[in-house]
């Protein structure tokens, strides 16, 4: 087994240093020397080869034991004809595969993920053949955990309280909504199959629906499977397989199969299921996070909105479940207000919270310091640390004031008609130089982008604020502190926005690396800071 990984490591390291498959592995597969005639990997015809037939005796590996069939498939793009992204390429998967092999079960993987426990299958299957409860089940979601977190999770990546508790409590209400990976599909109930409530699967009499033409003639006959005009004018994309419309096709996927009756099933065993890659930039999970916000928005303003479409389809506590992340993006209104407005009006002399001399303060104060103590409680119970957490509230303030900004504004855009529907992919290879600072815990700046920029000008605007708050707390020092007493409560905040902002400062002014800011963000930042500071002074 060792020989075996350390073969696949040196093949995959080899093709990654070359940006090409060698030359050596595609003198073996006419499927990959296919490549050779194609210009472009936007227009090109269906490449199939089924590398490994399962039918064949032959067959085996190292100890004689029967291999799965293994195909490779890249299906038919045209300029002139959409893809329709990730849910396209599932369609062209399942179809193809139904024609070849038909299995009941489909495992769905992103392409930086990997299985890390042999018995996810054993365990899926066992939940699917119940009894009792294993027909009405449609998918069974494992969480999304990845192998690079650093010590204190830097970025925040790994949804901890999330996957944990949240998803897990959906169990009782339907099941947790599919998130386009680590996840097993009964084939029917993707294909769009409505659930009866006498329906069952016979197991044992399950019938072997495999192909009985040679491997050769599969492969050419199920390359139309996988063509550009094959869905046209059928229900794939629409009633079958993955939906088409939405940013987020996993999502309104598993709504739909909800709202046909099934249910789904959240399996989080104590040896992760499946592991990935996490980002290592700051600005690639502000990207991921945008696309993510952007496209739970277009389904809570779209006919998929769950209060509307699951409405007698599901429970109203499961169409409530979906709400908290379809809203992520306007979510971003509330938080640039109290990023904003607080520091602002305490420049101008405007109080906006009561005195800390008055009884009406104790709300506030409660509401803030408790909801904060929950949060850090919750987050250490489910195995986090400390500085975890303040980690996880530093990059939810960036995500909010950034990735949630710019993809409310996207989405209304977009519904106005001013913008097209695009799907922008996260990089996850970062050079060596980059990695060394995701595991030193040093979030990576080293780029230009609109966020940063948004994210140094909010910084600025607080750290001038509390310079403004603490001048006027010493010149009051002789009268009482009363600016204190008014203004408590804003300075407070304002000195937390601060401190949140700690590693945005350190990369502002005071790194040398190449993870700090840009200077032409450093600038703007100041620019804007000090003019919006001049603005509401006058």
Not at 9 to 14: D, L, T
Not at 506 to 528: E, H, W
């Amino acid at each position: 087994m060792q020989k075996l990984y350390d073969e696949m490591k040196m093949r995959i390291e080899a093709t990654t240093k070359l940006d090409r498959i060698p030359d050596y592995i595609r003198k073996q597969h006419k499927g990959f020397r296919e490549w050779d005639f194609v210009t472009s990997k936007r227009d090109h015809q269906t490449i199939l080869q089924i590398l490994i037939d399962g039918r064949d005796t032959n067959a085996v590996d190292i100890k004689g034991d029967p291999l799965p069939t293994l195909v490779y498939l890249a299906r038919e793009k045209r300029p002139q004809y959409h893809h329709h992204f990730k849910a396209g390429a599932m369609n062209a998967l399942i179809r193809v595969s139904s024609r070849i092999s038909n299995g009941p079960i489909i495992l769905n993987v992103d392409c930086d993920m990997y299985s890390n426990n042999s018995k996810s299958i054993k365990y899926s299957l066992c939940i699917f053949m119940d009894e009792e409860k294993g027909d009405e089940i449609a998918y069974i979601q494992f969480p999304q955990k990845f192998n690079n977190l650093t010590k204190n999770d830097i970025y925040g990546s790994s949804f901890r309280v999330i996957q944990q508790l949240e998803l897990a409590g959906l169990d009782a209400n339907g099941g947790p909504m599919y998130i386009g990976t680590g996840c097993f599909h009964r084939r029917e109930a993707l294909c769009g199959k409505q659930y009866e409530k006498n329906y069952k699967v016979d197991w044992k009499k399950l019938k072997d629906t495999k192909a009985n033409e040679s491997a050769s003639v599969l492969e050419e006959t199920c390359k139309v499977l996988a063509s550009c005009t094959f869905e046209h004018n059928t229900p794939w994309g629409k009633e079958m397989g993955l939906k088409y419309g939405i940013l987020v096709e996993d999502i309104i996927t598993g709504l739909s199969i909800k709202c046909r009756g099934w249910k789904s099933m959240y399996l989080n065993p104590e040896r992760e299921g499946f592991l990935g890659v996490a980002p290592t930039t700051l600005l690639q999970l502000l990207v991921q996070h945008t696309r993510w916000a952007e496209g739970h928005l277009q389904i809570f303003l779209s006919r998929y909105c769950s209060l509307v479409y699951g409405y007698k389809r599901i429970p109203l506590k499961l169409r409530l479940a979906y709400c908290p992340f379809n809203l992520w993006a306007a979510n971003c209104l509330a938080t640039l207000y109290y990023v904003v407005v607080p520091c602002l009006c305490l420049l101008k002399g405007f109080s906006l919270f009561p005195k800390i001399s008055s009884p009406w303060v104790v709300p506030f104060v409660y509401v803030a310091f408790v909801h904060r103590a929950y949060s850090l409680g919750e987050f250490l119970w489910c195995g986090g640390t400390f500085r975890g957490w303040c980690n996880d509230q530093r990059v939810w303030l960036f995500k909010r004031t950034t990735s949630y900004f710019f993809a409310f504004f996207q989405t209304i855009l977009k519904l106005l008609g001013y913008s097209q529907l695009t799907f922008a992919l996260t990089a996850k290879v970062s050079d060596e130089n980059v990695s060394e600072r995701y595991e030193q815990e040093l979030i990576e700046f080293g780029a230009t982008s609109p966020m940063f920029d948004i994210l140094a000008t909010l910084a600025m605007l607080n750290l001038f604020g509390s310079f403004g708050a603490i001048k006027k707390v010493i010149l009051d020092a002789d009268e009482d502190f009363k600016v204190l007493d008014q203004f408590g409560l804003q300075i407070l905040l304002c000195l937390v926005l601060v401190t949140i902002n700690l590693p945005v400062y350190q990369a502002l002014f005071f790194r040398k690396d190449n993870g700090k800011m840009p200077s032409s963000v450093t600038y703007k930042s100041i620019i804007f800071a000090l003019l919006a500071c001049t603005v509401a002074m006058y």
